[in-house]
Antibody
C-alpha cells in the first residue's frame, strides 16, 4: 500500500524558510515523479511543483517559482520542498502526491495527509 | 490556462449530478478529477478524461468535448458529498491547473 507522510510544517515569519519532507513507502519511489500541492484555509487546490523520478526535471507554479525548490533523495525514499522568502499567502496545507509515471507530467495520487504551514508575524 | 467550475451543485439521492469544467478548447487536453471530502486529502476519481482508478465505483464517469469536460455521478449517494476539482496539464506553459472546485450536496 502506498503511504506518504509529510512533515516539517509549522509557524514561520514572513521572509523566513522552511523545509518540508515527504516520506514514501509501499512503492518503488525512485521510479515515479512526485508532486506538491497546497490548499490555503477554506480555499481550493493549487499545484506547487512536480519533479521527475531522478530529480533532474522539475516544474513550478508561478506563485512559488524562484522561491521554492523541490528535491528528492531516492536512497531515503524522501521528497523535499525547500521554501524560502515565505509570504503570508504561502499559508496552506501542503500535500505530496505520487505521480502516475516517471515524469513530472501526468496525473497524481494517492496523496499524503498534508502538513500545515503558517506564515505570520 | 483557466478552468471554470460552478461553485456548487445539488442532487437528490439516487439522481444524476453533472459537474462541468470549462476551459478553452479543453477537449485537446487530458482532464483528471479529484474528490475531497471535508477534512480529508483529495482522492483521484477519474484520470485521462474518463478512466476510473481501482476502487472507484462505476457510478463515476467522465467526458470531454469542445470547451467542457464533465464528471458525472450517477445514482448519487450521501457519501458523494464532497468538493470536486478538475486538473489539466498545459504543455504550452509547462504548468498544471486546477479548477476552482465544485461542492456537491446530496439532499
Amino acid at each position: 500500500e502506498v503511504q506518504l507522510l509529510e512533515s516539517g510544517g509549522g509557524l514561520e515569519r514572513p521572509g523566513g524558510s522552511l523545509r518540508l519532507s515527504c516520506a514514501a513507502s509501499g512503492f518503488s519511489f525512485g521510479s515515479y515523479g512526485m508532486t506538491w500541492v497546497r490548499q490555503a484555509p477554506g480555499k481550493g487546490l493549487e499545484w506547487v511543483t512536480s519533479v521527475s523520478d531522478t530529480g533532474r526535471s522539475a516544474y513550478y507554479g508561478d506563485s512559488v517559482r524562484g522561491r521554492f525548490i523541490v528535491s528528492r533523495d531516492n536512497s531515503r525514499e524522501t521528497l523535499y520542498l525547500q521554501m524560502n522568502s515565505l509570504r503570508p499567502e504561502d499559508t496552506a496545507v501542503y500535500y505530496c502526491a505520487k505521480n502516475s509515471e516517471w515524469s513530472p507530467v501526468g496525473f497524481f495520487g494517492p496523496w499524503g495527509l498534508g502538513t500545515l504551514v503558517t506564515v505570520s508575524s | 490556462y483557466v478552468l471554470t467550475q460552478a461553485p456548487s451543485v445539488s442532487v437528490a439521492p439516487g439522481q444524476t449530478a453533472n459537474i462541468p469544467c470549462g476551459g478553452n478548447n479543453i477537449e485537446v487536453k487530458v482532464v483528471h478529477w479529484y474528490q475531497q471530502r471535508p477534512g480529508q486529502a483529495p482522492v483521484l476519481v477519474l484520470y485521462g478524461d474518463k478512466s476510473r482508478p481501482s476502487g472507484i465505483p462505476e457510478r463515476f464517469s467522465g467526458s470531454n468535448s469542445g470547451n467542457t469536460a464533465t464528471l458525472t455521478i450517477s445514482r448519487a449517494e450521501a457519501g458523494d458529498e464532497a468538493d470536486y476539482y478538475c486538473l489539466v496539464w498545459d504543455s504550452s506553459s509547462d504548468r498544471y491547473f486546477f479548477g476552482s472546485g465544485t461542492r456537491v450536496t446530496v439532499l
